[in-house]
């Protein structure tokens, strides 16, 4: 009986010992193990920009959390950015990016990558002003209007931070930026006219 056991085990059909982490069919070799990609299938890219550690004060003695900043777009005029608080640095993470993800807006993109006009904005005690820049010239920026630059699908674009260094209110202002432009079509709407008498 021993002899029939051992046969049976070492017998090259037996199926894969290990159902969870390994799935049949396919090209692969007969108990090849093949495991599940479980990342988001989307093409939105993910991006931390800061994780900060804040300290509360309370009648019981202190109170440390974190807090994430994120930015998540797919380079083709579709940015959004979130931020988490969670006692756990990872868990604060995975809020932010959940958050960026419910907040994504659609930016418009001029046909030569850049943006449609000059334009100022501000946030707090932060302005950005954004430029638009010639064929080649690449994304002329740092820190978060940077990233939020390159996430949302620019190419060309000069810009200029004045006043605080607040990664948030750069953001908010970088963003309500890109959504107060206004395309040459809407530009002649508007004032009644057609694009060449502009």
Same mark, same amino acid.
């Given at each position: 009986?021993?002899?029939?056991?051992?046969?049976?085990?070492?017998?090259?059909?037996?199926?894969?010992?290990?159902?969870?982490?390994?799935?049949?069919?396919?090209?692969?070799?007969?108990?090849?193990?093949?495991?599940?990609?479980?990342?988001?299938?989307?093409?939105?890219?993910?991006?931390?920009?800061?994780?900060?550690?804040?300290?509360? @004060?309370? !009648?019981? /003695?202190?109170?440390?959390?974190?807090?994430?900043? =994120?930015? &998540? $777009?797919?380079?083709?005029?579709?940015? *959004?950015?979130?931020?988490?608080?969670?006692?756990?640095?990872?868990?604060?993470?995975?809020?932010?990016?959940?958050?960026?993800?419910?907040?994504?807006?659609?930016?418009?993109?001029?046909?030569?990558?850049?943006?449609?006009?000059?334009? @100022?904005? !501000?946030? /707090?005690?932060?302005?950005?002003?954004?430029?638009? =820049?010639? &064929? $080649?010239?690449?994304?002329?920026?740092? *820190?978060?209007?940077?990233?939020?630059?390159?996430?949302?699908?620019?190419?060309?674009?000069?810009?200029?931070?004045?006043?605080?260094?607040?990664?948030?209110?750069?953001?908010?202002?970088?963003?309500?930026?890109?959504?107060?432009?206004?395309?040459?079509?809407?530009?002649?709407?508007?004032?009644?006219?057609?694009?060449?008498?502009?």
């Amino acid at each position: 009986m021993t002899e029939n056991n051992n046969n049976k085990v070492n017998t090259p059909n037996a199926p894969a010992t290990d159902q969870k982490r390994s799935f049949g069919g396919g090209n692969g070799k007969p108990g090849e193990r093949r495991f599940f990609d479980k990342r988001p299938t989307d093409d939105f890219e993910e991006k931390i920009l800061n994780i900060k550690r804040i300290n509360k @004060t309370t !009648k019981g /003695g202190r109170r440390m959390r974190f807090s994430a900043l =994120a930015v &998540v $777009g797919n380079r083709k005029g579709r940015v *959004g950015f979130g931020v988490g608080k969670s006692v756990e640095a990872p868990e604060a993470i995975k809020k932010a990016i959940a958050d960026a993800r419910k907040n994504i807006t659609i930016v418009p993109i001029s046909p030569k990558g850049s943006i449609f006009h000059e334009i @100022t904005c !501000k946030e /707090g005690a932060t302005k950005i002003l954004l430029k638009p =820049a010639p &064929v $080649g010239t690449g994304i002329i920026a740092g *820190g978060p209007v940077r990233i939020i630059m390159d996430l949302a699908g620019y190419k060309d674009v000069c810009s200029k931070k004045l006043g605080a260094n607040a990664s948030i209110n750069m953001i908010r202002a970088t963003m309500k930026c890109l959504l107060s432009q206004r395309s040459p079509e809407q530009i002649a709407k508007l004032r009644g006219k057609e694009i060449k008498d502009l």
